[in-house]
C-alpha cells in the first residue's frame, strides 16, 4: 500500500523549568495538534477508526538522548505513531529556581512536525 500524506501540524514547546527535553518536545507536539479537527479523515478517506491513521511525530531538542518517547506520543490521542527525535531546538539562559527543582538556568525549547498519513491502495 501507499502512503499519502492528509495534513503536517507544526507547534513549539518550552521547559521553562526543570530541563526536561521530554516535556518541551510533548508540548511541542500538544502545541502542534491542539487546534485541528480532522473531519477528512472520515469523510474524504472514509476511515472507519481513527487508529487506522499513521501520524509520525518528528521533534528537534536539545538532549534528544533524554527524551522518553512513550511520554511524548501519549499526547496524541489517536493513530499509529511513531516518534523521530533530532538535536535542535534552542536553549535559552533563563533563571534556576531551587523551589522548581532546577538544575541549572536553562530554558529548552523544542519544535514539532506531526504528519498524519493514510495508507491507499
Given at each position: 500500500?501507499?502512503?499519502?500524506?492528509?495534513?503536517?501540524?507544526?507547534?513549539?514547546?518550552i521547559?521553562?523549568?526543570?530541563?526536561?527535553?521530554?516535556?518541551?518536545?510533548?508540548?511541542?507536539?500538544?502545541?502542534?495538534?491542539?487546534?485541528?479537527?480532522?473531519?477528512?479523515?472520515?469523510?474524504?478517506?472514509?476511515?472507519?477508526?481513527?487508529?487506522?491513521?499513521?501520524?509520525?511525530?518528528?521533534?528537534?531538542?536539545?538532549?534528544?538522548?533524554?527524551?522518553?518517547?512513550?511520554?511524548?506520543?501519549?499526547?496524541?490521542?489517536?493513530?499509529?505513531?511513531?516518534?523521530?527525535?533530532?538535536?535542535?531546538?534552542?536553549?535559552v539562559?533563563?533563571r534556576?529556581?531551587?523551589?522548581?527543582?532546577?538544575?541549572?538556568?536553562?530554558?529548552?525549547?523544542?519544535?514539532?512536525?506531526?504528519?498524519?498519513?493514510?495508507?491507499?491502495?
Amino acid at each position: 500500500m501507499a502512503r499519502k500524506r492528509l495534513i503536517i501540524e507544526m507547534g513549539m514547546g518550552i521547559d521553562q523549568h526543570g530541563q526536561e527535553p521530554t516535556v518541551a518536545a510533548a508540548r511541542a507536539v500538544r502545541n502542534a495538534i491542539a487546534h485541528n479537527a480532522l473531519p477528512g479523515v472520515w469523510e474524504v478517506v472514509g476511515l472507519s477508526d481513527p487508529d487506522q491513521m499513521i501520524v509520525e511525530v518528528k521533534v528537534a531538542v536539545p538532549y534528544p538522548e533524554q527524551v522518553r518517547e512513550a511520554e511524548v506520543l501519549a499526547v496524541l490521542p489517536f493513530g499509529r505513531k511513531s516518534l523521530t527525535v533530532e538535536s535542535g531546538g534552542m536553549v535559552v539562559q533563563g533563571r534556576a529556581i531551587a523551589s522548581l527543582h532546577d538544575k541549572n538556568d536553562e530554558m529548552l525549547i523544542a519544535i514539532a512536525a506531526v504528519t498524519v498519513l493514510i495508507e491507499t491502495e
